[in-house]
Each structure stands twice: as structure tokens, then as C-alpha cells.
């Protein structure tokens, strides 16, 4: 087997069983693996300098195709509910077609970790089929220095193999395409998808089921911290505003993705973001639009034009179109990912139903009731059959990375808000004036208005009122802010209408909350809404 590049040979992938590859590329550099890749077909340069690169079928995560070893240690861990079992025995027999798949082949290796706090950190060695993947990973896990590379054992390994075709009669999975884990021996299998972002959320879900033990929160959440320590958490689906709103000029970014929350404050777990390109604008989104623009950024199935110009307002291979850049390419990004406790939790949502305010203040009981709720809304025309708003409701605003049952979280989270003393807010970045297809976005100068207030402490000094849908306390008026948006209902030119929006959308909550009333405190039951009709 021939090796390039720094390596360890005290840890060989032999031990993984890839000492059959033909050869082994270590550690490459990102000009290295802009080389390989281009030269191998599998991406282009831009005008600019960055990365394009097609994924093909996949364009985004195949959350039905993952799945959990089921095995003695994981059998009484693991949230079934949510987590597919595969078991030991599927298990051997996809490693070992998978490892017989790489034999001959030339494969990438990128010894990085997961985790900016030391005594919390997973090492993780990624071993990939493509160079850009290696390029992608390389930027959105951490880079050891050098001479740690020397010394470096992985408690974690990837094997990536979009080429690898799975046989769900042979291997107990359900496609061709398989993302299958085995949390007792730490390795991660891929196969059959080109998509890079099933890497990067697969150290999330080892993470997700390692730290709970040791008392450490994990978090799907943006994060930044104020100049005078002030640090915040944004919780989030994708297209809420997690990466966009924590992009903020007068705070240092901790991470746009993924954190830890222990005894010592929260940290990163990634050294790079993985942002939504689509509708990218410099004048939004100046820091991010940026990054798409030079050397190093992996920018995925953005559409170029003649001239290899990304049109960002392009979507027509997906919506989801990504950039994935290290974290150093955004000015004032932290140097060590890690920052005290959290003054600030805010919680995003994109509600398409127009429903919700733009912001309400939440108790430690309502803050957990939404965090296990994890609500936002899909809009009509981004998926086929979709004709009006349909409710998301993904658990920790995360559910498919979470193993463990998501009360585990929940309880946890509420422990340290109110160890902590941390405010907690709910925001809404979707729609105001009606429903999608008639109201329309919620301005994000609004947005940002009223996030500073409420990071500064401005908001605790308002008056407040009790949102007669959902209990929480909405401000009745926050300088630089159109009063009209903070009351929804005001809005909507149709008032019953809005009443009948607000009743759907109320017994949604109820109805998805219903399978977790036994896992928590009559408190947080008692957060749950309940639609009181305001008078004309």
C-alpha cells in the first residue's frame, strides 16, 4: 500500500482492515486536495477560487437510510423510536463488503477532532473515496497542529464509500444508500451516498450519545459571545436563522452548528461552518457571501454560470445548496471555540403559519416544553405535494442526531438554565401578516432589532403581555421596532382567520407533545398552549 502525506504508522488502517487500498493519502493539505479532486473529476474551480462539487441523487441527508448497532451496550441507551436498529451481525457484514469495496481503491485520510474542550474531545479519523470530501471534512471538524498528528489515535473512524452499493436483503438496511454506526466500537460506515454532510452529523450523533453520561449537554446550536463575555446560544432547524443571526459583526463567533455545554461553558465541536447558500446576498449576509468567494470553501451543488460565477438564486439541482468553510475564514471567529456559561439561550423557529410573535420570553419550564417540542414549518413549492405551511416538529431541534431519548436532553438543559440563571427566548423568523402565500417574511432588520435587545438586557426592562395562544410573555413595544409585527394577530387583515390558524397550529403542538407527557415534570406540562380567541 502506498502512503503520501504526514501519517501515523503506529495506526495504520490496517487495523480497520483498508490495507488492501492502493494507496493511502494522508493528512493532504487543501491545495492537495484541490489537485486530486480536479484532477479525478470530481469538482471544478470558480472564478473565485472555491470548490464546486456535485453530489448527484443525494442531495441532502437520508435520515431513513441511517442506522444504530443494536447491540448489549446500546440495547437499553439507545431512543428506538427514533433510531433504526441494525444488528451485530448486519453489522460484520457490511463492514466486510465495504472493506472489500476499497480494496485497490485510492483513499483519503483526515485525522481531525470533534470537540474544542479537551477532557470532551473526540478524535476522529475520516477515510474517504472522493478529495473533496476530504477537503469538506478537513474544513469542518478540527485540525490538530502537526505534531499532534504524530501521537494521534482515533476513538472515532469514518469510512465514506459513495461508490459502495448496499444490499438491504444482505445487510438488514433499507436502500442501496446505508450510514450505519456502531457507538460501542466507534465506526461509522457510508455508502451509497455522495453527500457530505452525512460525515459531519454522524460525529454529531456519536457525540450526541457520549457526552449525556458525563454530564455534558450537546446542542444543535449556533453560538457567539458578546465583548464582555456574554455568551448565547441560537437552537434551530435548518432555515431558521441559526448561521445567519449568530454571523453578527459586534460578537465573536464560537460555531455556526454544533456545541457542547459543560462544567467549564460551552465549546464547538467543529472548527468550520456548513452553510445554506441558497439566496446567498453580500449585502445580507456579507461574512458568509465572503467565504464563497476565495480559495478553500467546498461550495455544494451550487449552480456557475458560463464564467464558473456561482448564481446563489439558483436552486434548480436543490434548495439546499451549502458552502463549507473553515472557521478562521469569518473575521471574528474565536480562535479557541469555546466560551463561559450562556447568558442567552434563544430558540428559532420559522413558523409559516403566522401564528407566533416575533419574539416572547420563555420560563425554564416553557424553554423545555420547546425544546422537546423543536417546532418550525415547511412552506409550499419546496417539496412535491406541499400546497400550504406543514408543521416540523423535530425533537432538541435536532431529532435525527439525537440517540438517546430526547427527555435525557431536555432534563439536562433545564438543570443548567436554571443552575445558570440563563434567559431564554423564543423567536420567529418566519411569517408575519398571514400564512405563507399571503403575509410575508418576517424582516430580518426586525430580527436582528430585537435579538440585540434582548442579548443587551434592553428587553427585561419592557412591559410584557401573555400571548393568548401559546402562554409565553410577548414585549408590547422595543425601540427600532414596528410595534404593529409584535402582536401577530394585528396583523392579519382577517382576524378569524388568524384565530382559526392559531387553533391548528395550538393542537399540533398538543397532539406531537403527547408522547412525552410521561417523561416530565407536571411544570413543563403544564407550559403546553392553549388557544384563548382575543376579542375584536
Not at 140 to 155: D, G, H, Q, S, Y
Not at 334 to 355: Q, Y
Not at 464 to 469: C, E, G, Y
Amino acid at each position: 500500500m502506498e502512503k503520501f502525506g504526514v501519517h501515523n504508522p503506529a495506526t495504520e488502517l490496517a487495523t480497520v482492515g483498508l490495507g488492501s487500498a492502493a494507496s493511502v493519502r494522508y493528512n493532504f493539505s487543501a491545495a492537495a486536495l484541490y489537485e486530486e479532486s480536479i484532477r479525478r473529476g470530481e469538482a471544478e474551480l470558480t472564478a473565485q477560487g472555491a470548490l464546486r462539487a456535485l453530489t448527484g441523487q443525494h442531495t441532502g441527508r437520508s435520515p431513513r437510510d441511517k442506522f444504530v448497532v443494536r447491540d448489549a451496550n446500546t440495547d437499553g441507551e439507545i431512543w428506538w423510536d427514533n433510531n433504526k436498529p441494525l444488528s451485530p451481525e448486519h453489522f460484520a457484514l457490511l463492514r466486510a463488503d465495504m472493506l472489500a469495496h476499497a480494496a485497490g481503491k485510492d483513499l483519503f485520510v483526515q485525522d481531525l477532532v470533534g470537540g474544542a474542550e479537551e477532557g470532551h474531545a473526540l478524535p476522529t479519523r475520516v477515510v474517504t473515496e472522493f478529495a473533496w470530501h476530504s477537503l469538506f471534512i478537513r474544513n469542518l471538524l478540527i485540525r490538530p497542529e502537526t505534531a499532534a498528528l504524530a501521537t494521534f489515535v482515533p476513538k472515532l473512524t469514518i469510512i465514506d464509500l459513495p461508490s459502495f452499493k448496499a444490499d438491504p436483503a444482505r445487510h438488514g438496511c433499507r436502500t442501496e444508500t446505508v450510514i450505519a454506526c456502531d457507538l460501542t466500537n466507534g465506526l461509522v460506515l457510508i455508502g451509497g451516498t455522495s453527500y457530505a454532510g452525512e460525515m459531519k452529523k454522524s460525529v454529531f450523533t456519536v457525540l450526541n450519545y457520549l457526552l449525556p453520561a458525563k454530564g455534558v449537554m450537546p446542542m444543535h446550536c449556533s453560538a457567539n459571545v458578546g465583548p464582555d463575555g456574554d455568551a448565547a446560544v441560537f437552537f434551530g432547524l435548518s432555515g431558521t436563522g441559526k448561521t445567519t443571526l449568530s454571523a453578527d459583526p459586534a460578537r465573536t463567533l464560537i460555531g455556526d452548528d454544533e456545541h457542547g455545554w459543560s462544567e467549564n461553558g460551552i465549546f464547538n465541536f467543529e472548527g468550520g461552518c456548513y452553510a445554506k447558500t441558497i439566496r446567498l446576498s453580500a449585502e445580507a449576509e456579507p461574512e458568509i457571501y465572503a467565504t464563497t468567494q476565495r480559495f478553500g470553501t467546498v461550495l455544494e451543488n451550487v449552480v456557475l454560470n458560463d464564467r464558473r460565477e456561482p448564481n446563489f438564486d439558483d436552486g434548480s439541482l436543490t434548495e439546499n445548496t451549502r458552502c463549507a468553510y473553515p472557521m478562521h475564514f469569518i473575521p471574528n471567529a474565536s480562535e479557541t471555540g469555546r466560551a463561559g456559561h450562556p447568558k442567552t439561550i434563544i430558540m428559532l423557529t420559522a413558523d409559516a403559519f403566522g401564528v407566533m410573535p416575533p419574539i416572547a420570553r420563555l420560563t425554564p419550564d416553557q424553554a423545555m416544553y420547546h425544546f422537546l417540542s423543536g417546532y418550525t414549518a415547511k412552506v409550499a413549492g419546496t417539496e412535491k405535494g406541499v400546497v400550504e405551511p406543514e408543521a416540523t416538529f423535530s425533537t432538541c431541534f435536532g431529532a435525527p442526531f439525537m440517540p438517546r431519548h430526547p427527555a435525557e436532553y431536555g432534563n439536562l438543559l433545564k438543570d443548567l438554565i436554571s443552575r445558570h440563571g440563563v434567559s431564554c427566548w423564543l423567536v420567529n423568523t418566519g411569517w408575519t401578516g398571514g400564512a405563507y402565500g399571503t403575509g410575508k417574511r418576517m424582516p430580518i432588520k426586525a430580527t436582528r432589532a430585537l435579538l440585540a435587545a434582548a442579548l443587551s438586557g434592553e428587553l427585561g426592562q419592557v412591559e410584557f403581555r401573555a400571548d393568548p395562544n401559546f402562554g409565553f410573555a410577548v414585549p408590547v413595544s422595543v425601540n427600532g421596532v414596528d410595534g404593529g409585527i409584535l402582536d401577530p394577530r394585528s396583523t392579519w387583515a382577517d382576524k378569524a382567520a388568524y384565530d382559526a390558524q392559531a387553533e391548528k397550529l395550538v393542537s399540533m403542538f398538543i397532539a406531537n407533545f403527547a408522547k412525552f407527557e410521561n417523561h416530565v415534570d407536571g411544570g413543563v406540562r403544564d407550559a403546553a398552549p392553549g388557544v384563548k380567541v382575543a376579542a375584536e
